[in-house]
């Protein structure tokens, strides 16, 4: 897998959104189960808690993954969820509870197919070991923004994360998004690349070797709406004994 190499060579890969769309479970030629799906999917945002622990207006839901032996995923809080001080000395060191995903979005089939694909693609990456062996996390954030109540996460600025690899998947944004620009960073004081997942399934995958940050988001003041969104789902892969 070219994005599997592209990780391990540059520490982050995006991958567009078209290469979800020729997916076959991901049903995009049956239009309109695939729609039905997708819609789904865009409800569920909705429904997401405002995130008690740090500010910048996310709302999130969690869950964790394991495939069975007939390679079915099945979902629950499995382990504990902690971000530790040291890759997050903003908000981490302790313990978080997030609301479960919806029994909706369990049964989504596009979620699906994001998370056997994303498992594939560990397996191909090779460099983390077995997906069957590691903690997976399945995050589900609206950023919500008015013009002067930006949304933003955290640690706000260039980090890595606790995980070992991580997949940003963009799954909407309004169109008076301000910012939401992803960054890479070699070294906090040298960005190498700015990136903005715009299309439907457009990802990023990080690893530990590059710094990244999300600008914050803010929502432009003309038109209509005065709140803006980005919805994405964030999948990690974290080795067990590091939890
Ligand atoms: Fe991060």
């Known amino acids: ?25 991901i049903n995009y030629t049956r239009q309109e189960q695939f729609l039905a799906d997708l819609e789904n999917m865009k409800l569920a945002y909705y429904g997401l808690t405002l995130d008690p622990y740090s500010p910048g207006r996310r709302f999130r839901a969690y869950a964790q993954c394991r495939r069975d032996e007939h390679q079915r995923l099945c979902f629950g809080h499995f382990t504990p969820y902690l971000q530790t001080a040291k890759y997050n000395p903003d908000t981490g060191g302790i313990i978080r509870s997030y609301p479960m995903l919806s029994d909706a979005l369990i049964n989504n089939p596009i979620l699906h197919a994001l998370l056997h694909d994303d498992i ?53 944004h309004s169109p008076n998004m301000l910012g939401g620009d992803s960054l890479i960073a070699g070294n906090p004081k040298c960005i190498e690349r700015v990136l903005k997942l715009e299309s439907l399934f457009d990802t990023l995958v990080v690893n530990h070797d590059k710094y990244h940050a999300v600008t914050p988001v803010g929502c432009r003041q003309e038109g209509e709406s005065d709140v803006s969104t980005r919805d994405i789902i964030l999948v990690t892969f974290q080795r067990r004994e590091a939890a």
């Open 120 to 172: 594939r693609f560990i397996e191909s990456y090779q460099k983390v070991g077995s997906p069957d062996a590691l903690t997976i996390g399945i995050h589900f954030f609206r950023y919500q923004a008015t013009p002067d109540m930006p949304a933003y996460s955290s640690p706000v600025w260039l980090h890595k994360d606790d995980e070992d690899v991580v997949f940003v998947h963009l799954i909407d």
């Open 1 to 25: 897998m070219e994005y599997a190499h592209h990780l391990a060579e540059q520490g982050y890969a995006f991958i567009p959104g078209s290469y979800y769309k020729s997916l076959p479970d």
